[in-house]
């Protein structure tokens, strides 16, 4: 399990590490054009990333892919194990290559995780093999319908609240939510995606080892990378931290039951939130009623229920469902083309 001690970050770290999220530089020296607007000098940024990475605040600094786009299939899904089994189960869960996330929650549902499988894969399949294998009593496969909002974006200097994104939500799909559809990737296109996704050196000219292992120049590196972001290929290319490290100690799922013919509108409210960091539609079933997914990161547990009242406030819905992250098993990236996930 990885770290979960909350890190204390001073005033520096915490204005470092929201430009780094928001906007890492594009730049041949990233780390000297990442402290200018900051005052800082580059030799102190770069002591100050090597810090962070290992007190385990700073998880990596990377192209950020969309699964959908490469050609990849995902799901979240979750399994019902007896608690005195969870562990073995989620070390099960955990040693597929395709499982980015896994968290023990506190539900019937005990057991949260995201699959991915390659083009040609299918992750309700993957899924219900790993439940067989972890000897779990019942399986939801819940593959995302729409993307109203994804992408962690913690701000580490303002109080966790009922605040609103101004303008354009960052990290939506846009046109109504609806999932991006594959794009057609050349084998070029596919080695740098390999290299990419990869965690940056923290050196003062770190994209040159990319580029030479890419045949290109530094610039031309920078291009491919727009290019695959305009694409829709790559969401961004960003710091990403550990939460509870970064002192947001709560990771809690709300979610809520709509009316089918309101699900996008709906949506679009939750997602202007800034405390919200995903929000989807997933299926409904007997089972499980609830189309909405919101996921917010707080520093306290009130932290998360404040926001849920607000979005409440805000769409008129009934009381949400809050499950909360009790444990994380396994968080990160899955390495798109170095190899056919089973």
């Known amino acids: ?15 470092l590490l929201n430009a780094a999220q928001t906007s890492f530089p594009l730049d041949a020296r990233p780390y000297r054009a ?7 000098e580059e030799d102190a940024v770069l002591e100050r990333f090597r810090h962070l990475r290992g007190a385990g605040v700073l998880r990596q600094t990377s192209a950020i892919f969309d699964t959908r ?10 399994l019902r194990v007896e608690p005195e089994r ?18 023990g929650r506190d539900h019937e549902y005990n057991l949260w995780f995201t699959l991915a499988t390659p083009p040609g894969g299918e992750p309700a399949e993957a899924a219900a093999a790993l439940a067989r294998e972890a000897g779990a009593g019942d399986v939801l496969v819940l593959p995302t319908l729409k993307v109203y909002k994804i992408g962690v974006n913690l701000d580490l200097e303002a109080p966790v609240g009922a605040e609103k994104v101004e303008g354009p939500v960052p990290g939506s799909a846009g046109h109504g ?23 940056l050196g923290v050196e003062p000219e770190p994209f040159g080892a990319w580029a030479r292992a890419l045949d290109l120049e530094v610039d031309g590196l920078f291009l491919w990378i727009e290019g695959m972001i305009r694409r829709g290929c790559c969401r961004r290319f960003a710091s990403i931290l550990r939460h509870r490290a970064a002192g ?3 990771n809690a799922m709300a979610v809520w039951e709509a009316p089918e013919d309101a699900c996008d509108r709906l949506g679009a409210k939750m997602a202007s939130f800034k405390a919200v960091t995903h929000c989807y539609r997933r299926p409904v079933s007997e089972r499980w009623p ?30 949400a469902r809050l499950v909360y992250s009790v444990r994380e098993y396994k968080k990160e990236r899955v390495k798109y083309f170095l190899e056919r996930l089973p």
């Open 69 to 78: 786009a490469l050609g990849y299939r995902g799901t979240l899904a979750a």
């Open 177 to 199: 939510g609806a999932v991006p559809k594959q794009v057609e990737l050349s084998e070029s296109d596919k080695a740098g995606v390999r290299v990419t996704q990869e965690d």
């Open 290 to 319: 609830y189309a909405l997914f919101t996921m917010i990161h707080g520093r306290s547990a009130a932290d998360c229920e404040a926001v849920v009242a607000a979005i409440r406030a805000e769409t008129g819905l009934p009381a």
């Open 1 to 15: 399990m990885p770290p979960s001690v909350t890190y204390a970050l001073d005033d520096t770290d915490r204005r």
């Open 86 to 103: 969870l562990d073995a189960a989620a070390a099960i869960v955990s040693a597929h290559p395709g499982v980015s996330h896994n968290y």
């Open 34 to 40: 990442l402290g200018r607007p900051l005052g800082l």
């Open 248 to 250: 947001f100690s709560e």
